[in-house]
């Protein structure tokens, strides 16, 4: 439990969260009570029944989904969560000193001009520098799930936060597990790192750098997305749907029993096929015949017969592709 | 409350304050709200803005200022075309790409069709790279060796091997290329990079809001300034001329490039992504908002294409497996037959081709096709 500095409110708040939000007055304060201002979110632009429509819509268009997934899925859950992401902007620059490969070349070939015989490898030193605005996003909750972590902050503006706006929509606003420090700490440690990736695009080693690595603002923003489950038949399936932006970010979603049977069935049997037409021509039954065309036809059949097998057994996980 | 009796007061009192009052939770948090809103040197107007907006379109007068409040003049945009003729293009997109699903021109049904103004950079860069590196090639070596022929003499034939062979590398790469950037940070739409690459500084013409208002469109702000957009553009264009220079090599050991940016010009395009259903499915397509022209989307695959793509490759199977063994019978002629090793090696190629694209589009979810 945590009390909120501004209005005195009790609310719940987990043993890792460190920026709070309070959910009563919208303030975000840390767990001392000094007021947060950079704070920020993107507005809700699908709601509750429109991220469920979109997802339904675009999940019924996936291979083997049903036909009447729009008309029988049942709801059991939709709750809207708000994502906090650290966004810090790091002006880095970046002095180095290191090693760099180059050759020397011997014994032309006489019937290739131009082209040398041996090649001897050695290191020459090499310096340079790289000046680079970074741009970095940082979860602000642990275990988060990588495809939403992954997922582009959307391109409609940004707009400070307003904690009615998502009180609208029942939305359940998540603490930062990340303090600014923290956050800024660790955006310092990716530019570091994004910097180095520079560097050793130029130098095979490094001898030694020097790096001025300036973190300058940085502001905690909330992402809203649809965490939705339904049930269609007697299974359950999970969903996350960006509630700016409608994009389906991830969705488990259901096969119809016929794909199935009929990916299965005819995998199975361009596996038999295949492996007759491979056996036949590698004499493996009798004597060879059709040595060329079983190698070939039976491979490719046996091959798709896999794939379809595969795809007729595995459950299947959606991602829209932005 | 106190901020409204504050607001109250001063306009009673005939003072006006730059805050734009809009809902009841924008005066809860004061302080902070401030720079929501910004002022049009030009009207006078209050706007609302992104808090990283830095180039700033006012939505009552049009006009276009950087957030120290200068206003820019010589910015162009691409004028647009209404949400029907953007439509129509649409269709016609889809009537390019039907294949053999006639039904989807029409029976399409658009869910979304809404033209959005983006904010873009453009600018001349001149790139002039140096690098070095090495590639390797094969030498073709004559050599001899000893053979047994089939009566059990020994004979020395001449054949060919071949060694490898390293050739230095010293190249230059120099390129004057029209760069844009959509001046969002860590934005993305779907199919907005190719649509940046279709605009054409030719279509544009000096910013008039005047023309396009009646369109509605939404107008998004730049987060990047210039100066940023001109480094960026140095280390795009740099990675370009670096993956260039290495395509062609074993090793890269060393690439130099300097560029000058000339022309930098603030644009704003208008693109639009329509969503449409078609059997229930939904579907997407960007569209060029100056052309009304389609340039990148999803195509449906419906069951009739389906079965038709796995005909074509179970036929292609067939045809991939005679190949081959037309193949293996001109190896096994004594004097090997050129006509029935071509053919062969054709037909296995195009059987294979045809199985590998019939059974993907088998699989497919929905096919992607560029206007």
């Given at each position: 439990m945590a009390r909120c500095a501004f209005c005195d409110a009790d609310f719940e708040a987990g043993p890792g969260d460190v920026l709070l939000v309070c959910p009563y007055c919208g303030t975000a304060q840390t767990t001392e009570g000094a007021k947060f201002t950079d704070h920020y979110m993107i507005r809700v632009h699908f709601d509750q029944s429109e991220a469920q429509t979109t997802l339904l819509d675009w999940v019924s268009k996936q291979l083997g989904a049903p036909e009447d997934l729009s008309a029988k899925a049942r709801f059991l859950q939709y709750l809207q969560i708000w994502y906090p992401f650290w966004v810090s902007r790091v002006d880095a620059h970046s002095e180095y000193h290191g090693l760099g490969r180059d050759a020397n070349f011997y014994d032309e070939w006489p019937q290739y001009?131009?082209?040398?015989k041996r090649i001897d490898f050695f290191w020459k030193p090499e310096s340079g520098q790289f000046t680079r605005r970074h741009e970095i996003k940082i979860a602000g909750t642990i275990g988060i799930d990588e495809d939403i972590r992954q997922h582009p902050i959307p391109t409609r503006a940004k707009e400070f936060f307003s904690h009615a706006h998502a009180e609208e929509f029942d939305g359940k606003v998540l603490h930062s597990q990340l303090t600014k420090e923290q956050a800024k700490d660790g955006a310092e440690k990716i530019a570091f790192d994004k910097q180095t990736a520079l560097i050793m695009d130029e130098v095979e080693k490094i001898e030694s750098r020097s790096d001025n690595i300036d973190v300058g603002d940085t502001y905690l923003i909330h992402v809203p997305v649809w965490e939705l489950e339904y049930r269609y038949g007697n299974s359950k399936y999970k969903a996350s749907v960006a509630a700016s932006t409608g994009y389906v970010i991830e969705s488990k979603y259901p096969r119809t029993l016929a794909f199935r049977a009929m990916g299965v069935g005819f995998g199975i049997l361009m596996l038999i096929i295949g492996g007759v037409l491979i056996a036949l021509a590698q004499g493996l039954i009798g004597a060879a015949m059709y040595t060329g065309f079983g190698t070939v036809s039976g491979g490719i059949l046996v091959v798709l017969g896999l794939v379809l097998f595969y795809k007729g057994v595995s459950r299947k996980e959606a991602k829209e592709q932005m | 409350m106190r901020n409204v009796n504050i607001t109250t007061i001063l306009n009673r009192i005939g003072l006006t304050i730059s805050l734009q009052i809009q809902t009841l939770e924008n005066l809860i948090m004061s302080d902070a709200e401030a720079a929501d809103v910004f002022k049009c040197p030009v009207c006078n107007g209050n706007i609302t803005v992104g808090p990283d907006d830095v180039v700033i379109t006012c939505t009552y007068c049009g006009s276009i200022s950087t957030i120290e409040g200068v206003e820019i003049r010589d910015h162009l945009m691409e004028g647009a075309v209404d949400s029907d003729e953007r439509e129509k293009g649409f269709r016609k997109f889809l009537d390019e790409n039907k294949g053999f699903n006639k039904s989807l021109p029409v029976k399409a049904q658009v869910v979304e069709n809404r033209l959005i103004y983006v904010p873009v950079w453009t600018a001349k860069v001149k790139a002039d790279s140096w690098y070095k590196g090495y590639k390797t090639v094969q030498v073709p070596v004559q050599k001899t060796r000893q053979v047994r022929d089939s009566e059990g003499n020994y004979r020395t034939e001449t054949y060919t091997d071949y060694e490898p062979g390293y050739v230095p590398v010293q190249d230059e790469i120099h390129t004057d290329t029209d760069e844009r950037l959509l001046a969002r940070k860590g934005a993305r739409f779907y199919g907005l990079e190719d649509y940046m690459e279709e605009i054409d500084l030719a279509d544009t013409e000096t910013w008039n809001w005047e023309k396009i208002k009646d369109l509605e469109p939404a107008v998004l702000n730049a987060e990047i300034g210039s100066e940023e957009f001109e480094k960026a553009i140095h280390g795009r264009v740099a990675d370009r001329h670096r993956s260039q220079a290495k395509s062609?090599?074993?090793?890269?050991?060393d690439c130099r490039t300097n560029t000058s940016v000339r022309g930098t010009t603030y644009l704003q395009a208008p693109f639009s992504l329509i969503r449409y259903k078609f059997q229930g499915d939904l579907y997407k397509c960007a569209i060029d908002g100056h052309s009304g022209k389609a340039v990148l989307g999803e195509i449906p695959i419906t069951t009739g294409q389906r079965v038709m793509w796995t005909i074509v490759g179970f036929i292609g199977i067939f045809l991939a497996g005679a190949g081959a063994e037309l193949v293996y019978i001109a190896m096994q002629m004594a004097e090997t037959d050129m006509l029935y090793l071509g053919g062969g090696i054709g037909a296995a190629i195009i059987g294979i081709i045809m199985a590998v694209f019939g059974f993907r589009t088998l699989l497919m979810t929905q096919r992607e096709k560029e206007g």
């Open positions: 001009r131009g082209a040398y | 062609g090599l074993t090793e890269l050991f």
